[in-house]
């Protein structure tokens, strides 16, 4: 079991450029979290999916952010137009049904971490 | 609004002595309490968890924590500190029936030999 797969570990982007962060669940899992990590700062939660479906998108910003995760491959995380205050480290966490309801445990991947120049 | 309070973002402690990590949070009904351990430039890890039952809960690595109802706490201990426990520290609370998890800030912790 490879665990939770993010995908680049490192990015560099030139404001106004676009940034793709993926993110591949653990085997089993169809619940999806993607957390963002400033410097310094803890992690803030962003926005929870299932297959085909975004459950909570409370904490994504209101323009230039989308998410996915289609019914087949990765989760997508995709920040338009980027600025120098979009640089952190963005964490995907996946969880068997019932995502974290339940106490069911949040398994994280390594992270992506975005540089804008 | 559930949140999380971690009392210190920077701690710091001799080799062998004792590690307390302060975590208080605030909810009208008992949450799932979870300490994560982060290392440098690496996702989160599990330390351990507090669902129902028994309050005090070990973990992994020698840690332990103790869910304290009456203060709203759950504090992270180890008796004795080993470099190798030099990593940041985020207490993390679901509200049953909630779907997603909130964290703390984060502890930073600083092992001195």
């Known amino acids: 079991n490879a665990g939770v797969m993010q995908n680049p570990r490192h990015l560099v982007r030139r404001r106004g450029q676009e940034a793709r962060l993926r993110c591949s669940p653990m085997?089993?899992?169809?619940?999806v979290y993607w957390y963002r990590q400033l410097p310094e700062e803890g992690l803030k939660f962003m926005v929870y999916?299932?297959?085909?479906?975004?459950?909570?998108e409370s904490g994504m910003p209101k323009e230039r952010f989308s998410a996915e995760f289609p019914k087949e491959g990765p989760s997508i995380l995709r920040i338009q137009q980027v600025v120098r205050g979009d640089s952190a480290a963005y964490f995907c966490?996946?969880?068997?049904?019932?995502?974290?309801?339940?106490?069911?445990?949040?398994?994280f991947g390594a992270g992506s971490r975005l540089t804008v120049l | 609004a559930q949140s999380v309070t971690q009392l210190g973002s920077h701690v710091s402690v001799s080799e062998g002595a004792l590690v307390l990590l302060r975590c208080n949070y605030s909810?009208?009904?008992?949450?799932?309490l979870f300490w994560y351990v982060q290392y440098p430039n690496q996702g989160l890890q599990l330390l351990l968890k507090?669902?129902?039952?028994?309050?005090l809960v070990k973990g992994i690595n020698g840690f332990e924590a103790e869910f304290k109802k009456s203060e709203t706490s759950f504090h992270l201990t180890k008796p004795s500190a080993h470099m190798s426990d030099a990593a940041e520290y985020f207490c993390?609370?679901?509200?049953?029936?909630?779907?997603?998890?909130?964290f703390g800030q984060g502890t930073r912790l600083t092992i001195n030999p």
């Open positions: 966490a996946s969880s068997p049904q019932q995502g974290a309801a339940g106490a069911n445990v949040l398994t």
């Open positions: 085997k089993g899992h169809s619940h």
């Open positions: 999916l299932q297959k085909e479906n975004i459950i909570d």
């Open positions: 909810s009208s009904v008992p949450p799932y």
């Open positions: 507090y669902t129902t039952g028994a309050t």
């Open positions: 993390a609370v679901v509200i049953q029936g909630a779907q997603k998890l909130v």
